[in-house]
């Protein structure tokens, strides 16, 4: 079969349209007008010129998922709503409970049973990292904390830059996390305690280490009892964490793993304008997009 678009002769019109089929991409052949460049495989049907407009007479198009392409029927197929990846990156099939989320405060389920931490808390850094995409600071082994049941150990405290989960809506400029897990090596389950940030005063557990972030990929071990959480978050006085959301989600970087016990303290933290751009100069924008599906059960506590 021999096609003719401006100009150019296309002999292997017939195998597009069959690739097409294949892919469950055409339905119904008859007025319209598409860009089918768009989406071909330009490697299959290895076209010369670079870039070129393939006007066909086509109304009703459907989707071409990557799902169809073993369709040996040549019939289009339903995707099922279930088995459609909500969010995800190639090679990869996360699940339904993935991080972070936008908090819509007013559907939080508010939580009546009490939830209380309990602390062990050295509050030993001992390291600061700069790992490229984010600034970690690495806990010495020997701090724990027990949630619902569950004792993890504190392991590291990391940022992102804007912050990753949303509140109403609302982006901040910087989020922490403080990541613990439990013991078990092969398959551990996570506690990731997240604290918001905006731009105010200068913050004081922030300035005590942000001069020793290391070049890119490199270490830099700090003395014990110099960088002190504890300040931060005010457990000296009182070992609450104060109010919070929780849900059940999953890490935000690869790979996604859904095993994560999210808290999300109510109070937002400040740090200075100079101090998020510091960090954000360090590690660029880092925070994954939010998880779409609002289905992820928040609770109020
Ligand atoms: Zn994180």
């Known amino acids: 079969m021999e096609i003719t678009f401006y100009g150019i002769k296309f002999a292997f019109g017939f195998?597009?349209?069959?690739?097409?089929?294949?892919?469950?991409?055409?339905?119904?052949?008859?007025?319209?007008?598409?860009?089918?460049?768009n989406f071909l495989d330009m490697k299959n049907i290895k076209i010369a010129q670079k870039t070129f407009m393939l006007s066909l007479f086509v109304a009703t198009?459907?989707?071409?998922?990557?799902?169809?392409?073993?369709?040996?029927?040549?019939?289009?197929?339903?995707?099922?709503?279930?088995?459609?990846?909500?969010?995800?990156?190639?090679?990869?099939?996360?699940?339904?409970?993935?991080s972070p989320i936008n908090i819509f405060t007013e559907n939080a389920k508010e939580d009546l049973s009490s939830h209380e931490f309990v602390i062990h808390f050295k509050d030993e850094i001992s390291a600061v990292e700069n790992l490229g995409h984010t600034i970690q600071l690495d806990f010495a082994r020997g701090s724990s904390i027990t949630f619902r049941d569950i004792t993890y150990n504190f392991r590291q405290i990391h940022f992102h830059t804007p912050a990753e989960h949303l509140i109403d809506g609302i982006t901040y400029p910087m989020e922490l996390h403080i990541v613990c897990s439990t013991e078990d090596k092969v398959s551990p389950s996570y506690l990731v305690i997240a604290i918001l940030f905006k731009m105010g005063k200068e913050n004081k557990f922030i300035s005590h280490f942000i001069n020793d972030v290391p070049r890119e990929h490199e270490i830099t071990n700090v003395n014990r009892g110099v960088v002190k959480l504890a300040d931060f978050l005010k457990l000296h006085s009182s070992k609450e964490l104060g109010h919070y959301f929780h849900y059940q989600g999953s890490l935000t970087t690869p790979p996604y793993?859904?095993?994560?016990?999210?808290?999300?303290?109510k109070t937002i933290y400040q740090a200075s304008r100079e101090q998020v751009e510091a960090i954000n100069k360090l590690e660029g924008n880092n925070a994954r997009h939010i998880h779409t599906d609002s289905n992820i059960q928040v609770d109020d506590d």
Do not use: F, H, M
């Open 15 to 37: 195998r597009i349209i069959n690739c097409l089929k294949k892919r469950g991409a055409i339905n119904v052949l008859v007025g319209g007008v598409i860009k089918l460049s």
């Open 61 to 98: 198009v459907a989707g071409c998922n990557p799902s169809q392409v073993n369709n040996t029927q040549n019939e289009p197929v339903l995707v099922s709503p279930e088995r459609e990846p909500v969010y995800s990156l190639p090679s990869l099939d996360p699940g339904k409970q993935q």
């Open 257 to 265: 793993t859904e095993k994560v016990n999210w808290v999300i303290l």
